[in-house]
């Protein structure tokens, strides 16, 4: 843990001496190595599935909510 704490101290002094163009560079490659643990499965909201002659409800809002799982939370 101790290396890997002073491995990455070395990177952020080379990071530092870094143009802020290639520093938007590197942080666009981390994230992109990122995006496929981070993503999520989700299913879109129905056109016209709520439709009705009233205003919507709080009960409405409450199924359009997200609620993610123990293992979304996790990262998993």
Same mark, same amino acid.
């Given at each position: 843990m101790v290396a890997d704490a002073q491995i990455l101290e070395d990177i952020v002094l080379q990071v530092n001496q870094l143009t802020p163009e290639y520093r938007l560079l590197l942080i666009q490659r981390? @994230?992109? @190595?990122l995006l496929p643990f981070t993503t999520t499965k989700t299913t879109p909201l129905q056109?016209?599935?709520?439709k009705n002659n009233k205003m919507s409800t709080l009960e409405d809002f409450a199924v359009a909510e997200w609620h993610p799982a123990d293992d979304e939370l996790?990262?998993?």
């Open positions: 981390i @994230s992109a @190595s056109f016209g599935k709520y996790n990262g998993a």
